[in-house]
């Protein structure tokens, strides 16, 4: 698990989540853009509950090890939402699940 050190609080998060949220606010910092995230956590109490952080170009973040024995906060979801942002902030196209349209490549038509 991370904390992630956030002005004058921090939150609990885990590994994956906070590793992409790092990512994130690099990515809209070098684009000079801002946006919020959702994320799942622990707050100083030990409280679950979610979390809004705005982050930009002035985000100053500190993420730590968190020792603890409590299960992994996971989402994958969030997760693959966050990197969907990071990929349109650096203009990667999202890969299509479709069929290409088009000849077969097992027809004798070439």
């Known amino acids: 698990m991370k904390r992630i050190h956030y002005t004058d609080e921090y939150m609990v998060t885990g590994d994956t989540i906070a590793a992409a949220v790092v990512e994130y606010a690099r990515a809209l910092a070098m ?4 946006d ?8 100083r109490a030990g ?3 979610r979390f809004q952080i705005l982050l930009g170009p002035a985000s100053q ?13 996971d989402d994958p979801g969030l997760v ?3 990197e969907a942002r ?12 479709e069929p290409a349209e088009g000849i077969p490549l097992d027809t004798d038509e070439f």
Not at 86 to 97: A, F, K, N, W, Y
């Open 80 to 82: 693959d939402d966050i």
């Open 36 to 43: 919020m995230v959702d994320l799942p956590g622990r707050d």
């Open 86 to 97: 990071i990929d349109r902030l650096r203009g990667v196209e999202p890969q299509s699940t």
């Open 31 to 34: 684009k000079n853009k801002s």
């Open 61 to 73: 973040m500190l993420v730590s090890e968190e020792q603890t024995d409590e299960a992994e906060i």
């Open 47 to 49: 409280l679950h509950q």
